[in-house]
């Protein structure tokens, strides 16, 4: 899955973070159910521009739990900023993650 969408007024912003979040939490629910709780095939979830197009609050707190469940989470960050505000960037720290 790759979102994106162009950021400002009448973005579609809001539908691309309810569709992410919908789509990872139906996977994790699949997960949970498949043999050692995770998924058969992974998911790669890309989310770009995530600080300004996906605003999902709880997002920086998944990405190791999601991780474990064979849901794949990569978000594009640029640099400034709205990047360090989203608290995406210090979960990457947390995790190791390579910022750019």
């Not at 950021?7 to 996977?27: F, H, K, M, N, Y």
């Not at 790669?44 to 600080?51: C, H, I, K, R, S």
């Not at 996906?54 to 794949?72: A, D, K, M, V």
């Not at 900023?81 to 910022?99: D, E, P, T």
């Amino acid at each position: 899955m790759y979102s994106l969408s162009k950021e400002g007024r009448g973005s579609a912003g809001p539908l691309v973070t309810a569709l992410s979040v919908a789509i990872c939490q139906a996977a994790e629910e699949r997960a949970k159910v498949s043999p050692g709780g995770r998924l058969p095939v992974p998911l790669v979830v890309v989310l770009d521009e995530a600080a300004n197009v996906c605003r999902w609050r709880e997002l920086p707190n998944l990405y190791s739990h999601y991780g474990s469940r064979g849901i794949c989470m990569m978000s594009i960050l640029h640099p400034g900023l709205k990047a360090s505000r989203c608290g995406v960037a210090r979960a990457c720290a947390s995790c190791g993650q390579r910022r750019t």
